[in-house]
């Protein structure tokens, strides 16, 4: 079921805007862009903003209750508030099976992005070597974004906290003794 | 050839390492490097070849050398989990013994000392219980089973046909099971019939009745095997106190004692050369088989007056003659003609039996011993060497292999000795004329080195001396890494074993010897009938048990 | 060498204008405070016949006054469940400098629904008007005469089209809750009466276009809750003022050029209450926050004469960052409900814009056109014409506007 789509997409990853406010994949999510021959990014940034940069949002609740009453009183807002959420590109599909390195070209502008099944999204990450990437992009983020990706991958599996250690200690390879940064993303992982 | 099945688990991978290093082993993920003990066996499955070593070395590393001044915080169980193996790890070293062709099972060849080491990343395995009897053999014909490796239930066996071939050593400090390990041997020679046992038993431990190390009695040869069994004793009263008959009682005559076994106790005795070197005079003197009976009757002048005659000092003379007072005191030497005890016992060992020759109370005094043990075993050799020239000319039979088995044998194999004793002799020549020794000490390293580069097999227990460990270990390959092993023995019921008769260093579990069950392991073959079963059974579960 | 406007130079004046307008202030301030008071005293009868007696001589506007002058209206509540109505429109006019005769509207509608289930409808249509029909005012009864749609003309029927679009919605939506319509600027077709249109074309646009729109918009509101006006931000109108001067002229009759014409002006008696001030500094001094002030009649001659049936009023409301003003048809500020309803609509609408309506903020939004998109424009014309084998040519104006030299 798609969620969104492609509005700007290069090399590394994409940024997709989201169908509706507030309504996009979580950090560390792992998404795919296309039907066929689709592209796996993991949701590495989430933003909502104006969909026109040059209009700031202004505070509109300082005599309301609740947030939601803001949303209640301004509709406009729904419609002129976007979400939307860059993720790295960590593979693809090349119709048989999966290949975790990137595609020679990146997914077209407007192609649908939509979060991965669950069969798929275990399948996918049997492997974790795409994580290397997410570990060297030099996010600040990024070890939150590995967290949330375990976390969320270890909710699919009949074992949860096995693959939590499983998954930490491929993390631990590929860092190559680097236990600070280690301990930061297992403190993300628990 | 084994299977790597499920059993089989996966140790690691060979990361590292050389032939003379050892080879560099990190240990798996799952695998705790607290399970790991240095002297277990290990197989590596290289690209063309099975290697199979032991492991000498047991490191911890880290992929992150800061980890060392920066710890993290492992106070949650996960994080520690998640560094285990792969930011941290465990290391062993493993000495590469012989490798076994891949591709053949039926190799013709057999395992062969081991002259590469596996490739990278070469998977490896805990031995299992096929490795062994592949490499050791089977039990049974000619396999004596001896013990297990550490952390296994496979039997390991000795070749008891090569082991008799040549001279042996059980070394280890005191209380370690050297005792325990002998009757083994003694055993497994036994059962072999590949050789006759004559076994100078210094503190009555095989014959009759031992005790373990918690004092409690264990069975002794005799009780065993009786039929195959003969005790003889230099002391009834204290056999007989023990619970039992000798078979003979041992008795020298004056006519016994020669000139070269007052050389060999020179030392004991505290004689100079040339006092104990009077005892040639004498002989010549008074003639052969005499000379010690009229030395001993002269007192004061009289010994003077030969001095001059036979041209040795006076006072040599007098010390010669005040030092043998001590042996006449035996209550075993004997003025009058008695029945050649070394006679009777070749006559028993040549029946294919066994003697056990105990000492009783005089077990404790070392001149007994070394007079008595000089004196026999000089005769069994001097028959044994006739009859070997004799069988070479097609006269007579080939003599079996004789096994003799000598206790503290530093004081008859020390360097000063070696060259004079029999014993120095037997284990110089020993292949010749199939008579071998066994020898049990304590202080390996004060035996002559030349004897001990003659000795076959050695089965070590722990030692902690310095000296000992490197004269043991002396002429091995390889020995650095097995010097660690060593080391790190348990004090009780663990050796290694390395030499002619295994085809690598092996550290093993001693066998059980003290338990009922024990004891009916060593039943024979043939014995094995309900009917034996049943008569074995009334023998063994007497009032002792 | 110049480039650009040199904002230096302009810096310099806009102070030297700010420092005179403060040294202003405290004469103005005396004469709003006159004014208020004039104000509150001022007597609508006797100002309606003074209105009448004047006519032809009092040299300015007089505007109806509707409800009781000195008299502040409070804000009513807004319904919970209401909608507005938003429309602005933009465009870009023929230009002399490209081959094609056209020129492009953009209007934009924002309808925004509150309530419990609050919702939003947000769109713009540009349209492209090029065939001779579209782009020319045709005398269609006599003459052979003909008007080209741009400049003022084509702002007037950007209006037109806006209203238009109002009306669409509005018959769309069908809605029995209250709805409210707003439109940006004044329902005065100014323009066309001042440039001096002929008559066919007032009659075509104004009359045929804007007001028939109206008067079916005003169709559909009889017995409903539905009620349209224009916001006007920052009113430079003096309408009010206007009337103050006829109430306070000291002479029966106001004749100004008999009594007035050799006093300069500001020392002119009704300057006390009038002179160089504006509706909305009265109001500012007069209005407290969310009240309205009293419904005028509008003063325009031209509203008197094409208006009927929708005769423009208007009122000033303060909705907190400033004092605007609404302009409504006769429909709406003859019926209470409409005016409470528009006046609380407006007012609710300024507290979420913040500070203007937010319809009208988000049916502007939607109805610009940026000067990339300009450019755009300009370029498909071009390519258009090209693919079809044309030569494009344009004056160099046009193409040094296009292509910045380095």
Known sequence: MKIGEIIESDTNGFTARCYKLYEGPDLGCLIKAGTDNSVYGIVAHVATLGLDPSR??????????????????????????????????????????????????????????????????????????????????GLPQGDDIIGSFVRQTSELVSDPVSYKLKAARSIAKFLGGDTNRLESIVRRIR | ?????????????????????????????????????????????????????????????????????????????????????????????????????????????????????????????????????HIFGPEGDGHFWIGSPLDMEAKLCLDIEELVKRSNGVFGKSGTGKTFLTRLLLIGILQSGKASNLIFDMHNEYGWQGTSESSTAVKGLKQLFSAQVAVFSLDAESSKRRGFHPDFQVEFGYSD??????????????????????????????????????????????????????????????????????????????????????????KTLRNGKHVVLEFGKHGNNPTAYMLVANILTRRIYERYQSQKEESLGGGAEV??????????????????????????????????YNVTLLVVDQRPSDIDEEVMSQIGTKVVCLLDSGRDIDSVLSGVSGNRKLRSVLARLDSRQQAIIFGHSVPMPVVIRTRDYGSAESYSEFMTTNERTVEGLQNKLEDLYGPSD | MILALDLAKTALQIDSMTLAIDGRSDQVLERVINAVSAMKRLDPQ???????????????????????????????????????????????DVDRHIPAHCYLINTGLVSLNYGPTPSVVMRNDPSLYFESEETFITDLHGSTDSMKITGSLLGAVRTVKEIDILRDAITDGNDDIPVVGLMDGTLIMLDLIRAGFPDYVLKQVLQGGFLSAMSDIRDLSKDKPLAIGSYISLPGTSEVVDALRLSVCPYTVSDCASHCASVSASHRPCDEVSHEILDRQIFEHHLPHGHRSPIFGSSSRMVEKFY?????????????????????????????????????????????????????????????????????????????????????YTSQKNRSKRLRWL
């Open chain 2, 399 to 432: 003599p079996p292999y004789l096994v003799i088995t000598i206790e503290e044998a530093h004081r008859f194999l020390g360097s000063s000795m070696a060259s004079q004793t029999i014993f120095g002799t037997i284990a110089r020549e020993m292949r010749k």
């Open chain 2, 1 to 133: 050839m084994s299977e790597i099945g499920p059993e089989n688990y996966q140790l690691g991978t060979v990361v590292s390492g050389s032939l003379s290093e050892g080879v560099k082993v990190r240990l798996s993920t799952e695998y705790s490097v607290e399970n790991v003990k240095v002297g277990s066996n290990v197989v590596i499955q290289g690209k063309h070849h099975r290697f199979f070593g032991v492991v000498t070395d047991v490191s911890l590393g880290s992929s992150d050398l800061t980890l060392q001044y920066d710890l993290p915080d492992v106070s949650d169980s996960f994080m520690a989990e998640v560094l285990a193996g792969t930011t941290v790890y465990g290391t062993i070293t493993v000495e590469p013994m012989l490798t076994i062709g891949i591709d053949s099972s039926s190799d013709g060849f057999g395992p062969m000392p081991a002259k590469t080491v596996p490739e990278h990343f070469s998977s490896t395995f805990d031995a299992s219980d096929d490795d062994i009897y």
């Open chain 1, 56 to 137: 700031r949002p202004i505070t509109r609740g300082e005599n309301l209750e609740s947030e939601d009453e803001v949303y209640l009183r301004n509709p406009q807002l729904t419609r002129l508030l976007t979400t939307e959420i860059k993720a790295i590109t960590v593979g693809f599909s090349d119709g048989m099976e999966f290949k975790h390195y990137l595609p020679a070209s990146p997914p077209r502008l407007h192609s649908f992005v939509s979060i991965c099944g669950n069969d798929e999204w275990i399948s996918f990450s049997d492997r974790l070597y795409f994580l290397k990437s997410v570990i060297s992009s």
């Open chain 3, 308 to 392: 009927g049936g929708n005769l423009v009023g208007f009122f000033y409301v303060n909705v907190g960052e400033e004092i605007a003003r609404i302009e409504v048809p006769e429909w709406v500020y003859t019926d209470k409900e409409k005016i409470d309803l528009i006046h609380a609509v407006i007012l609710n609408q300024c507290m979420l814009g913040p500070g203007y309506p937010t319809a009208l903020m988000e049916a502007h939004e939607q109805a610009v056109i940026s000067t990339s998109d300009r450019l755009f424009f300009l370029n498909s014309i071009e390519g258009a014409f090209e693919s079809q084998g044309v030569k494009f």
């Open chain 3, 46 to 92: 006797v100002y309606a016949k003074k209105t009448q007696d004047s006519e032809g001589m009092f040299k300015w506007g007089t505007p109806v006054i509707l409800e009781e002058p000195g008299k502040t209206f409070p804000p009513p509540k807004v319904p919970v469940e209401h909608k507005v109505i938003g429309v602005d429109g933009s465009h870009i």
């Open chain 2, 257 to 346: 004692i020669d000139p070269e076994d007052i050389q060999l106790l020179r030392e004991t005795l505290d004689l100079s050369n040339v006092a104990a070197d009077a005892a040639y005079a004498l002989e010549s003197r008074f003639g052969r088989g005499k000379w010690f009976g009229e030395f001993v009757k002269l007192r004061g002048e009289d010994i003077n007056n030969l001095a001059t005659e036979i041209n040795v000092a006076s006072s040599a003379l007098s010390a010669l003659r005040r030092r043998l007072e001590r042996l006449i005191r035996f209550d075993f030497v004997s003025q009058n003609d008695v029945a050649d005890s070394a006679d009777s016992i070749i």
